[in-house]
């Protein structure tokens, strides 16, 4: 008789990259090779995209990291052991401290980390370091849609509905989001709707839509103005929804009366018959949906950008009715999650506010401190890599997850800021751009190898599951932090290294809170329920989870949710004779954010091999370049290098190029640092340059 065959070994779990956060299946095993397929799970219903189906490939990648690193007397990095690397991390951390007080220590983190490395790492921040300064690459991300969010329906779950229910729509405006690149499972949930994309590009979102719009970069809020002023003036405003549930409205009402459509078309390029038809598509359906993407969120208007578009869905009484909405389309692995459990500035576990006293109180308790010892908000995410080694600034800085020396705007004065540093403390599983800079790097394990939890962008809970154990030096960042929290003299039960045991935590930290997780647990997780925040705990009666929000009152202590009386503001820098060309960055199907994962990966790199720059044929003619030359995109922070791409769809006046290439090809070499002074969101979507040969140009 043959032996039967060993089974495979095989879990379910969740893609590494993005907020979709498609099911998974695993299969494999160190030896034979893993290999990824997708799972029938609702938001991605047997589909990956291209990042998903290879996201196998990074973790045997040929510079995995697998030993700690330290940099020697020579300037160079070389292996160490963890003892050595984990004492040369504390003692560094302890001298600054003494010598500069604790706020001389940062942390930065990041979005794509799991709820317990985001809850943990906070901890480990405010206590062990005694620092205010932490935030994370979200503040990148989501922080405009947030602030716009929670403004408005005195919450922010970026959808307050699930995914699925973007099926019964009719109409579905897309502002400033390219879904099917970013997001391409997604998409067999718009099939039926009519699409208004608005992107100064032509996307491959842009050639579904029923209506592209397609405005100058930046112009977004005059746009929503101008469309609200339509709903206004042709009487398409839900009456009864904006007397019943809302705040507001006359104001903003007021504010649209300048903001006619030939006015709006002037500024924005959208022709008013254009605008007048994306309202009426939007007025006339029974179901529609109104979301934003980072196109209209990365801007120093950004905020009021958002609120503009929720005032729109608003006075067309979208929000909180089932089979319509708002929603912010959350990018990273567990941007929503990252940015619950206090890794942000301004905030503690449960979306609590850390000036509140209360808040302050409660979190305390659960972590056995007085409220006092919790130090105050610190700097967001640009001013902090901006402050460091300044004066008052931070003079170390350990990284969990970014990677800023290339996906920071005005990315080569942040390296020049991390350059600065006394100790930069890199944590990865890849040797990225900035873990190359480090002084300290520690190898950690990956998606694959680890147990944990991320809520995905529709606010659902999902379970990450190890497949392969972790290479024999590698450790998972709740062990790193354990490890130097004791170095740095903390009980050791208070940074446990169990996911399962931090989760546990993090419910008690969340309880109460603005997002409770109190009532979810690993074992119902893994029972296979569905669990979207809040999920408060109920015992006896377990609570269901709350998958749609907002349906019979929004989150104000009213129950109403309020218009934002917001005017437009052009971008913090404008074209001219010296650069007299919009540029604006994104994403392509191919890569994800800096690169630092996917251009390890082979059929991803043969797709899109280098930096380009997408340009109309005429402007690139006009400015002495052919298509596949090279190019530099030159503002007046500095430049980088592209190949052209012609595109016959590219507006006259814009170009597109992509973040995800290191070095020279790096887009954030030209973007401009201004922050809306809202929420501290960077302009990454709009600024002027200049485009020349790469021969004609000092670089
Ligand atoms: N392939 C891929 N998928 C990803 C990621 C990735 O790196 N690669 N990252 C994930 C993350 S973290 C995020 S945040 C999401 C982002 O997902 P998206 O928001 O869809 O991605 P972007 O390409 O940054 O921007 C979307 C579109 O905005 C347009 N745009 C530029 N300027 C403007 C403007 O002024 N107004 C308007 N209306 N549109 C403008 C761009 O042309 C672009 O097509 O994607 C997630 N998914
Ligand atoms: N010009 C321009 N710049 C942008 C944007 C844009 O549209 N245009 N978009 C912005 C946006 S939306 C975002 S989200 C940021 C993202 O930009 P980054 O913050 O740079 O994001 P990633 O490239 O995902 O970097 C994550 C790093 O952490 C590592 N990593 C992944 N998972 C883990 C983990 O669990 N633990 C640890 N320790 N490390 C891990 C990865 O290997 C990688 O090196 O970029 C922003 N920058
Ligand atoms: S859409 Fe996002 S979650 Fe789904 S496979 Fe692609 S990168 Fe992964
Ligand atoms: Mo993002």
């Not at 291209?50 to 700690?68: E, I």
């Not at 609570?543 to 052009?570: E, K, N, Q």
């Not at 507006?651 to 973007?671: I, K, M, Q, S, Y």
Request: proline share 8%; hydrophobic share 40%.
């Amino acid at each position: 008789m043959p032996e039967p065959p060993t089974p495979v070994p095989e879990v379910r779990t969740h893609c590494p990259y993005c907020a979709l956060q498609c099911g998974t299946v695993l299969r494999g095993d160190a030896d034979v090779g893993v290999k990824v397929s997708p799972a029938d799970f609702p938001v991605n219903r047997g589909r990956l995209c291209q990042k998903g189906w290879s996201a196998a490939d990074v973790l045997h990648t040929a510079d995995r990291l697998t030993r700690p690193l330290v940099r020697g007397t020579d300037g160079r990095l070389a292996p160490a052991s963890w003892d050595t690397a984990l004492d040369t991390v504390a003692r560094g951390l302890r001298t600054l401290r003494e010598r500069h007080g604790p706020d001389a220590l940062a942390v930065l983190g990041g979005g794509g980390l799991t709820n317990e490395k985001a809850y943990l790492l906070g901890k480990f921040a405010r206590l062990a370091l005694g620092t205010g300064q932490i935030d994370y690459n979200g503040r990148f991300c989501m922080s405009a849609a947030a602030a716009a969010g929670n403004a408005a329906f005195g919450l922010d779950r970026g959808l307050p509905f699930p995914v699925t229910d973007l099926r019964e729509a009719d109409t579905v405006l897309l502002a400033g989001a390219n879904v099917a690149e970013t997001m391409p499972p997604l998409m067999q949930h718009l099939d039926r709707a009519r699409l208004v994309v608005v992107d100064p590009r032509r996307t491959p979102t842009a050639e579904r839509a029923a209506l592209h719009l397609q405005p100058v970069p930046g112009t977004d809020l005059a746009l929503a103005l101008g469309l609200l002023h339509i709903a206004v003036a042709e009487d398409l405003v839900d009456r009864d929804y904006v007397r019943t549930r809302t705040h507001g409205f006359d104001a903003v009402a007021r504010r649209t009366d300048d903001w006619w459509p030939e006015r709006v078309e002037e500024i924005t390029g959208v022709p008013a018959r254009a605008q007048r038809r994306a309202v009426r598509m939007l007025a006339e359906a029974r179901g529609a949906y109104v979301l934003t993407g980072r196109g209209a969120e990365q801007h120093s208007n950004g905020t009021d950008t958002v609120a503009a578009f929720i005032d729109l869905a608003l006075a067309l009484g979208l929000p909180g009715r089932r089979g319509s909405g708002y929603g912010c389309l959350t990018g990273q692995g567990n941007g929503q999650g990252g940015r619950e459990h206090g890794q942000k500035a301004d905030q503690l576990p449960g979306y609590r506010s850390l000036t509140d006293p209360a808040a302050r109180a409660h979190v305390a308790r659960v972590w056995g401190v007085a409220p006092d010892t919790l130090p105050g908000p610190g700097r967001s995410a640009y001013e902090l890599l901006d402050a460091l080694g300044r004066d008052g600034g931070p003079r170390a800085l350990l990284v969990f997850g970014s990677n800023p020396a290339v996906s920071a705007p005005h990315a080569a004065h942040v390296t020049e800021r991390l350059a600065a540093l006394d100790l930069l403390v890199v944590a990865d599983f890849v040797p990225s751009e900035t873990a190359r800079m480090a002084d300290v790097v520690l190898p950690v394990t990956q998606w694959a190898e680890e147990e944990g939890t991320l809520t995905s962008l529709e606010g659902r809970v999902l379970r990450r599951r190890a497949l392969l154990p972790p290479p024999p030096e590698v450790r998972s960042d709740l062990r790193v932090l354990h490890d130097l929290a004791v170095r740095l003299g903390e009980p050791a039960d208070r940074y446990p290294t169990a996911p399962r045991e931090v989760f546990d935590e993090l419910r008690a930290a969340s309880r109460g809170g603005r997002a409770d997780y109190s009532g979810i647990t690993y074992d119902r997780l893994d029972a296979g329920e569905t669990l979207h925040w809040p999920c408060p705990d109920t015992p006896g009666d377990p609570h269901p989870g709350t998958p749609r929000l907002f349906l019979d009152r929004f989150a104000h202590p009213d129950g109403r949710a309020r218009f934002a009386d917001v005017d437009h503001r052009g971008p913090a820098e404008e074209t001219g004779p010296a650069f007299p060309l919009y540029a604006t960055t994104g994403r392509v199907l191919a890569h994800y954010q800096s690169g630092a994962q996917t251009r390890r990966v082979g059929e991803l790199t043969d797709a899109v091999p280098e930096p380009f720059v997408e340009v109309h044929p005429d402007t690139a003619a006009r400015c002495g370049l052919a298509d596949r030359a090279l190019a530099r995109v030159v503002s007046a922070r500095g430049g980088m290098t592209a190949r052209v791409r012609t595109d016959a769809t590219m507006r006259l006046d814009t170009v597109f190029v992509p973040f995800h290439f290191p070095g020279d090809g790096r887009a954030n070499l030209f973007t401009h640092p201004a922050l809306d002074p809202r929420c501290g969101m960077p302009e990454f979507k709009v600024c002027a340059v200049r485009l020349a040969p790469l021969s004609g140009v000092t670089p």
